[in-house]
């Protein structure tokens, strides 16, 4: 739906004031119609990225900030407020119809961001009527609707109620914290949206920010709605507080929990705050709504328009039953049988990992007992991927084995239900069972798609080395170099706690990637300035490792600590070992120059910097790599300065 005539005359003034292109003017227009990028530029037949670079200069030119679709609801924001005020001065565009923007209306206190689309919508009846009666008629004043599941439709849900009560409310503001914003860049934005037309000094600190906010929504019905809130919050397991740059949130939670308001901030989440967990109740101003999967009619509604799927009523049941009425999870096991299994239920119904998870686990029993030949015949057989003869067998193995034993293996498997034969055929020919083929190749897929990632995070490609790895534990949730790598790449990524979350996963195995991951545990513990903590953990291992990199690594960290502690003698001690474990390697060199450094002797400090340069500046290639650790960088700097060079 286009834009009326007044808003465009406004808009070309705008434009020509900012000195927008006819290029940039064209391509802002088609946006505020509702455009995506991909549709732009098919309409203007240029590429996609063209069209991100006459959007990038448009907001550069209209000196907006942020990140992703935030700006252009910010450009949105302020095209509105001008053009609020064009109208009011100019008493002929008063009578004016109002702005559209797109298919939906767009009032001036409404900021969808990235709000979903809900143009179509099933089921959650109950669950509407309950939210809608602790929103309009009890007034509450901070909802939050939780779900461990993630597809459920929490987000779904949040925006369909929006949308069903936007009318109660003087303004509606919809924010997504999936990219985890600081604090104080939620803060700000909020306030921004909400004061635009008001001239305010907003403060610097979180409390008077926050304090500013509460007084708005006391003075106006406002509807606010923070969505993926479990993105901020600190992991129950793992850590007691908000990492530093979340931590406002903790106090943003509580003071609108227990403000006396006139507004109602409804948040989604897999994890419920802790800040509201003694503020909610069935009577009280702050409730919990905990959100379960689609009743089993409405998933039906959900399924059935999905194109080419049929399958019977029985089937249908068995597997809204087994996904447990989870919307997304349906729909993408949908769209597998469609393409994978060309719409044959029961065949997807024998791959199906939710169906052979007991079965597995089973096995995994019984696989962990038998020797290694019956290992390599089903190793074999899975390799091949088909019935095989006796013969064909025999020649496939990897190492040579008489026929009579191989006969003795064969029936121990039977036995065990493990593999089976086919005798339908001339010669008897024998295969994996369906359960062990499928735990077999999701082993095989899992390995693969591990290596792919640590390949991935070797060369740098930290968000695809992420998603790899992630995929990889969907296959094999046990595999721990895969919660190992995980860890790391969340480290890449700043991401902390889930890298903790990945490193404790790790180190229940017994394996190396449960030793390097500990002794990550312990570097960040080290980091933190919690020594003691990291100490602890690097001893329990200490005397078990084997690895010849990771006892490096566990005798580098433990001088760190003791360094760490002025405990230089311990430090000497341990860094001493790990250099003789490894002589190659610059850290252990850097860190014992810092103990030297700190027992008075200099001239000794000065010949193990050097040392320690000449190793770093042999090993180019960790030099340059961009999974090199960035406490490295920090002495080698250290190094340079203490020997009068120049870096």
Known sequence: ????????????????????????????????????????????????????????????????????????????????????????????????????????????????????????????????????????????????????????????????????????????????????????????????????????????????????????????????????????????????HYPQEYDGYGELLKRLGESNHNSCLVLTSREKPIEIADLAGETLPVRELYLRGLHPDDAKTFILPIKNFAVSDQNLLELIELYEGN??????????????????????????????????????????????????????????????????????LVFAVDLSELHTSLNVLLQQLLIVEQDNTRVAKFTLSNRVKKYITNQFIAKSLNQIGHQKYLEGDFISAKCSLVWSLRFNSDVAAAHYNLGSTYEKLQELDRACFHYEMAKQYKSRAADAAINNLARLEIINGNSAIAIDLLLQILDRVQDTLVKYALYKNLGWAYLQQNEYTYAQNHLGKAIELDSSRPDAYYLLAQVQEALGDKKSALIVWEKGLKNDSRNKKQKKAPWRVPELDVWQSQAYQHLNLIL
């Not at 088609?30 to 990028?37: F, P, Q």
């Not at 052979?356 to 962990?368: G, T």
């Not at 091949?384 to 006796?390: E, G, I």
Request: some cysteine.
């Open 1 to 240: 739906m286009s834009m009326d005539q007044y808003f465009q005359e406004f808009l070309q003034v705008e434009a020509d004031k900012h000195n927008l292109s006819k290029a940039e003017r064209e391509v802002l227009v088609l946006a505020l119609e509702g455009n995506d990028i991909a549709g732009i530029a098919e309409q203007l037949q240029v590429k996609d990225s063209a069209i991100r670079q006459r959007l990038s200069a448009v907001y550069q030119k209209f000196q907006i900030d942020g990140k992703g679709p935030v700006k252009f609801a910010k450009l949105r924001q302020f095209l509105l407020s001008q053009y609020q005020k064009h109208q009011a001065q100019n008493t002929a565009s008063m009578s004016s119809p109002s702005v559209n923007f797109g298919e939906d209306h767009i009032y001036a206190r409404q900021d969808w961001d990235e709000a979903p689309d809900v143009t179509i919508f099933y089921g959650r009846i109950e669950e509407l009527a309950t939210l809608k009666q602790w929103i309009v008629k009890d007034k509450c004043r901070l909802v939050v609707i939780l779900s461990i599941m993630g597809g459920i439709g929490k987000n779904t849900l949040s925006a369909q109620l929006a949308k069903q009560i936007q009318n109660e409310f003087e303004c509606v503001i919809w924010r997504s914290l999936h990219y985890a914003p600081p604090i104080q860049e939620l803060l700000t934005d909020l306030l921004h949206s909400l004061l635009h037309q008001e001239e305010t000094n907003i403060p610097k600190d979180i409390g008077g920010q926050i304090s500013l906010l509460i007084e708005y929504l006391s003075q106006h019905r406002c509807l606010l709605l923070l969505n993926d809130v479990e993105t901020v919050l600190p992991s129950s397991q793992l850590v007691r």
């Open 327 to 396: 919307p997304l999870a349906l729909e993408i096991v949908v769209k597998t049988i469609n393409k994978t299994f060309k719409g044959d239920f029961n065949n997807f119904s024998k791959h199906n990992l939710s169906l052979i998870n007991n079965i597995i686990n089973e096995f995994l029993e019984s696989f962990e007992n038998i020797y290694e030949l019956e290992k390599n015949i089903i190793y074999s057989l899975a390799v091949n991927n088909q019935a095989v003869s006796l013969a064909d067998l025999q020649a496939s």
